[in-house]
């Protein structure tokens, strides 16, 4: 298995990671990450405002929650969280990203994408 840490030479794709967004996740929390999505009406838990990630976490983006809530490592998500498990529809060369800590994080190329992009649209 070939690992990498995500650098300028492995750069993260934020325009592929809105496109993922906007393919997978948008339905429900909105193409402007809101929560607002088509599908939010019809669900008994809200989806969250994910622009909002980095203000309710002391002004820190929480990538390693975010990374396992995407795939499906969150506990939460695996007992039966309103979150479906999206880990499969993102498979692709594995990557590591260092969290704030500086522990490093394995996931796959099209997920540090996708983070990125969450990254770029908080507020």
């Known amino acids: 298995m070939a690992c990498f ?5 492995n750069a993260q794709d934020a325009d592929n990671g809105r496109d993922l967004f ?3 996740c948008a339905m429900c929390h909105g193409r402007d990450a809101t929560g607002n999505g088509p599908m939010a009406p019809a669900l008994i838990l809200q989806p969250p405002d994910l622009t909002q990630l980095q ?3 002391g002004g ?5 929650r ?5 795939d499906g490592r969150d506990p939460l ?4 969280s309103p979150m479906p498990i999206y880990g499969q529809f993102f498979e692709g060369r594995d990557v590591a990203v260092k969290t704030k800590s500086g522990q490093p994080i394995m996931t796959s190329q099209p997920i540090v994408d996708l983070v990125e992009w969450l990254k770029s649209v908080q507020q």
């Open 5 to 9: 840490l995500v650098s300028p030479l």
């Open 22 to 24: 906007y393919q997978h």
């Open 55 to 57: 203000n309710s976490n």
């Open 60 to 64: 820190f983006f929480p990538i390693a």
């Open 66 to 70: 975010v990374i396992r809530k995407i």
């Open 77 to 80: 998500v695996s007992h039966g």
